[in-house]
């Protein structure tokens, strides 16, 4: 399957840096949008709030990620270290590498519509699970 040819590449490159994919991808998302929960991360990464546990754990354990008061006595939000920031901007250019690589066979058009599809694909997803949540 062509998601696990992928993951496997990327592994490779990430292990290099003492990451997996999905705690690139915890990072990744916590960059984009700042001081979320456990609970937020895992909806938005499709993952059990138990695998978020856990994943933050050692991205904290790391020094990646900083836990900080959230809106109520039991809520934390989650915020990336400077570490983290310059450890992604670090393994930005292996990926990129994988990704060309993946892609090579296709032409540049065929490779942007690919990741036009995708997008597609995965924001039709998120609005299933959003509308799941509200029946």
């Known amino acids: 399957m062509a998601s696990t040819v992928?993951?496997?590449?990327?592994?490779?490159?990430?292990?290099?840096?003492?990451l997996t994919v999905r705690?690139?991808?915890?990072?990744?998302?916590?960059?984009?949008?700042p001081e979320l929960t456990k609970a937020e991360l895992a909806r938005q990464l499709g993952i059990a709030r138990q695998s978020v546990h856990q994943?933050?754990?050692?991205?904290?354990e790391a020094g990646h990620v900083r836990r900080r008061p959230g809106a109520d006595d039991r809520s934390r939000r989650l915020e990336i270290?400077?570490?983290a920031h310059y450890l992604l901007a670090r393994v930005h250019?292996?990926?990129?590498?994988v990704e060309s690589e993946l892609l090579d066979d296709l032409a540049p058009d065929e490779a942007e519509t690919l990741r036009r599809l995708l997008q597609r694909v995965l924001a039709h997803a998120t609005d299933d699970e959003a509308w799941l949540r509200a029946c």
Do not use: C, H, I, K
Request: net charge negative.
């Open 81 to 83: 270290t400077d570490t």
């Open 55 to 60: 994943l933050v754990n050692e991205l904290v």
């Open 6 to 18: 992928a993951t496997r590449r990327v592994d490779e490159q990430l292990v290099a840096y003492d």
């Open 93 to 97: 250019e292996p990926l990129e590498r």
């Open 23 to 33: 705690q690139y991808g915890l990072l990744t998302q916590l960059s984009l949008e």
